[in-house]
């Protein structure tokens, strides 16, 4: 991806990630009925989209692909706020998240196996 997407953008992403390939105007319908946004703010969200290369716009109907997973917008936001907030350090970031109290034991445990399997692919 090549620009960071803001939140306004996400939106769009998430009802293209969540519907596959979806015209315009079926995101606009849900951005009226989830967040009432105007038809003309929807698309101009998308036209940012696809200007970042994050949506792929192809005709007739206005059609919008994602060029963009969501793991890879993951991924890059994660690095992003590791960078900005934790001084690049990943542990201080999974520190902060188990110290917070706002993880439960299975979220705990889940994230002890991901560390395991990650441990074992090296």
Do not use: H
């Amino acid at each position: 991806m090549q620009e960071k997407l803001f939140p306004s953008e996400l939106k769009v992403m998430e009802i293209i990630w969540s519907k596959g390939e979806t015209t315009a105007k079926e995101i606009a319908a849900a951005m009226a009925q989830n967040a009432g946004w105007s038809k003309t703010t929807t698309y101009t969200v998308i036209k940012k989209c696809v200007e970042k290369g994050a949506v792929i716009r192809s005709e007739p109907g206005f059609v919008c692909t994602a060029a963009v997973s969501r793991a890879e917008v993951q991924s890059a936001e994660t690095q992003e706020l590791i960078d900005r907030l934790f001084c690049g350090e990943p542990d201080l970031l999974v520190s902060a998240l188990v110290s917070s109290g706002k993880i439960s034991a299975e979220q705990l445990s889940a994230l002890r196996e991901a560390a395991e399997k990650a441990e074992k692919a090296k």
